[in-house]
């Protein structure tokens, strides 16, 4: 089985009044990447949107209103890319993310 460059369990889109908005709907996660496939595995209670993006910041995959999914891209350049997670403002969700170069 490949080695888990993630692999987190977490709560998103609790409220609180510290921050912008008032709720923390978004986490973002860096992956340490090389040349090859990406995946990236989310199972939630809720409809959770996710988008991955390459060392440059640019969106490579986003897909909206995941429960339970498997996504796929292919890196090009070694380096580190980010996994953002991110529910609706007042929306909550209790999430599994796993990441695994293949």
Same mark, same amino acid.
């Given at each position: 089985? *490949?080695?888990?460059?993630?692999?987190?369990?977490?709560?998103?889109?609790?409220? %609180?009044?510290?921050?912008?908005?008032?709720?923390?709907?978004?986490?973002?996660? *860096?992956? *340490?990447?090389?040349?090859?496939?990406?995946?990236?595995?989310?199972?939630? %209670?809720? *409809?959770? %949107?996710?988008?991955?993006?390459?060392?440059?910041?640019?969106?490579?995959?986003?897909?909206?209103?995941? /429960?339970? %999914?498997?996504?796929?891209?292919?890196?090009?350049?070694?380096?580190?890319?980010?996994?953002?997670?991110?529910?609706?403002?007042?929306?909550? =969700?209790? /999430?599994?993310?796993? =990441?695994?170069?293949?």
């Amino acid at each position: 089985m *490949p080695k888990d460059i993630l692999n987190e369990t977490l709560s998103i889109g609790e409220f %609180d009044p510290s921050v912008d908005g008032a709720y923390r709907n978004v986490k973002t996660f *860096p992956l *340490p990447v090389r040349p090859g496939k990406l995946f990236v595995s989310v199972m939630s %209670d809720k *409809p959770v %949107d996710i988008a991955i993006s390459d060392g440059g910041g640019i969106c490579i995959k986003f897909k909206d209103s995941i /429960l339970n %999914d498997t996504l796929s891209v292919e890196i090009t350049k070694k380096g580190t890319a980010a996994l953002i997670a991110g529910v609706f403002r007042g929306d909550k =969700a209790e /999430l599994r993310i796993r =990441a695994w170069m293949g």
